[in-house]
């Protein structure tokens, strides 16, 4: 299942369209598939992960018995996706010391509007 956090980011286009693109998502109608999304990581290894929409196609996407992907971002490029993810790793750093940020975005007491 797809999951997008409550206080999603935005860089880019994506910033205008970002209903239209969630429902994209959550439908698998990706039309437009220059779209890029950032996510908790699917290895604990990275701090975050960032998809093309079209991976979002495949079947491993579509079970009911997939991992969830928590989406924290949306980037109409894949330069603006990275320049995302630095903010966000900076904003993590900066307000808890840690670069956790599933921690920092699941704890929510400590959020802030970017």
Same mark, same amino acid.
């Given at each position: 299942?797809?999951?997008?956090?409550?206080?999603?980011?935005?860089?880019?286009?994506?910033?205008?369209?970002?209903?239209?693109?969630?429902?994209?998502?959550?439908k698998?109608?990706?039309?437009?598939?220059?779209?890029?999304?950032?996510?908790?990581?699917?290895?604990?290894?990275? $701090?975050? @992960?960032?998809?093309?929409?079209?991976?979002?196609? /495949?079947?491993?996407? *579509?079970?009911? #018995?997939?991992? %969830?992907?928590?989406?924290?971002?949306?980037?109409?490029?894949?330069?603006?996706?990275?320049?995302?993810?630095?903010? $966000?790793? @900076?904003?993590?750093?900066?307000?808890?010391?840690? /670069?956790?940020v599933? *921690?920092?975005? #699941?704890?929510? %007491?400590?959020?802030?509007?970017?």
């Amino acid at each position: 299942m797809i999951v997008f956090h409550d206080k999603l980011r935005c860089m880019g286009k994506a910033k205008k369209k970002e209903r239209k693109i969630r429902k994209l998502v959550e439908k698998r109608k990706l039309r437009s598939l220059k779209y890029y999304c950032i996510a908790f990581p699917s290895n604990k290894e990275n $701090i975050l @992960d960032i998809y093309n929409m079209g991976e979002f196609l /495949f079947a491993h996407y *579509r079970k009911d #018995t997939s991992e %969830d992907v928590h989406i924290i971002g949306l980037a109409d490029s894949r330069d603006d996706a990275a320049e995302l993810v630095r903010e $966000i790793i @900076d904003e993590v750093y900066r307000e808890s010391g840690t /670069f956790d940020v599933e *921690r920092y975005f #699941t704890d929510g %007491d400590h959020l802030t509007d970017p």
